[in-house]
């Protein structure tokens, strides 16, 4: 088995006194690469370094909806620098969140559209990050595709079906992480079922949403192939086919 871990945060100060171990770890559960993702400069910055450390990890950079208010006014120039970079595959996870609402939703927007410009200018994909605001998203990107439209993934979706196969529509992958194992995710188990194998990719959003049997420990890349197993089973098909569609997915949304 070959996996790859989409999206993961092992910058985070979590790993702080294992990292190191984590990621052997990962290696050795049959995890060849991990995607690690920026949420604001910081935290991209830190990605780009251990991209440069890690040969099995590469590294995103973009400013998560949270962190919109806080930009200052060079963030599209210390951007471009990070995603510059050999192993810079992405820029993310940006995107919109109304649920919490940590930035102005004007505000959001405007940096959301703004990441999105980039992407187009750097020919890279994008991490999406979507919360309780898919309209506004909708709008946003099929004023787009008739424009300028980018591809890249849903990151942990957790939205309907009927929306998943609008953002297939426009070309997006869907990415599917630990909620799709637990109980209650009953809508989230139909979308898993209904996405086509060449569409699906797999993440931990490490160290958060730590999937079953491991629930309520911090996550690690590791524990993907528990979200690539539940994956699996919704489809009726084997581990070795989804880790194989998983892995040819993202090494063509990503380019690595």
Same mark, same amino acid.
Not at 11 to 24: A, L
Not at 68 to 81: F, I
Not at 239 to 251: D, F, G, M
């Given at each position: 088995?070959?996996? $790859?871990d989409? =999206?993961?945060?092992l910058?985070?100060?979590?790993?702080?006194?294992?990292?190191?171990?984590?990621?052997?770890r990962?290696?050795?559960?049959?995890?060849?690469?991990?995607?690690n993702?920026?949420?604001?400069?910081?935290?991209?910055k830190?990605?780009v370094?251990?991209?440069?450390?890690?040969?099995?990890?590469?590294?995103?950079?973009?400013i998560?909806?949270?962190d919109?208010?806080?930009?200052?006014?060079?963030?599209?120039?210390?951007?471009?620098?990070l995603?510059?970079? #050999?192993?810079?595959?992405?820029?993310?996870?940006?995107?919109?969140?109304?649920?919490?609402?940590?930035?102005?939703?004007p505000?959001?927007?405007?940096?959301? $559209?703004?990441?999105?410009?980039?992407?187009?200018?750097?020919?890279?994909?994008v991490?999406?990050?979507?919360?309780?605001?898919?309209?506004d998203?909708?709008? $946003?990107? %099929?004023?787009?595709? %008739?424009?300028? #439209?980018?591809?890249?993934?849903? =990151?942990?979706?957790?939205?309907?079906?009927v929306?998943?196969?609008?953002?297939?529509?426009?070309?997006?992958y869907?990415?599917? /992480?630990?909620?799709?194992?637990?109980?209650?995710?009953?809508?989230?188990?139909?979308?898993?079922?209904?996405?086509?194998?060449?569409?699906?990719?797999v993440?931990?959003?490490c #160290?958060?949403?730590?999937?079953?049997?491991?629930?309520?420990? %911090?996550?690690? #890349?590791?524990?993907?192939? =528990?979200?690539?197993?539940?994956i699996a089973?919704?489809?009726?098909?084997t581990?070795? /086919?989804?880790?194989?569609?998983?892995?040819?997915?993202?090494?063509k949304?990503f380019?690595?």
């Open positions: 088995m070959n996996l $790859i989409s =999206h993961a945060h910058d985070d100060r979590r790993f702080d006194q294992d990292r190191e171990q984590v990621i052997e990962a290696q050795q559960d049959g995890i060849t690469q991990i995607i993702i920026g949420c604001d400069l910081a935290s991209s830190r990605s370094a251990l991209a440069a450390k890690y040969p099995c990890i590469y590294a995103t950079a973009g998560h909806p949270h919109a208010k806080n930009v200052p006014p060079d963030y599209l120039e210390q951007l471009k620098k995603l510059q970079q #050999p192993k810079t595959v992405a820029v993310g996870e940006i995107g919109l969140d109304y649920y919490y609402d940590h930035s102005p939703r505000v959001q927007k405007e940096v959301f $559209i703004q990441q999105l410009n980039l992407a187009q200018e750097m020919q890279l994909p991490v999406i990050h979507l919360r309780d605001a898919y309209g998203f909708l709008e $946003i990107m %099929r004023q787009r595709e %008739r424009l300028a #439209p980018v591809n890249g993934v849903m =990151h942990c979706y957790s939205g309907s079906l929306v998943a196969e609008e953002c297939l529509a426009m070309g997006f869907i990415s599917l /992480a630990g909620p799709v194992t637990f109980k209650n995710a009953g809508k989230l188990k139909e979308v898993a079922r209904a996405i086509p194998l060449d569409k699906i990719l993440e931990t959003d #160290p958060y949403l730590t999937p079953v049997p491991h629930r309520g420990k %911090r996550n690690e #890349p590791a524990y993907v192939k =528990h979200v690539a197993g539940q089973a919704l489809k009726g098909i581990l070795a /086919a989804i880790s194989l569609a998983v892995e040819q997915n993202t090494k949304l380019a690595i």
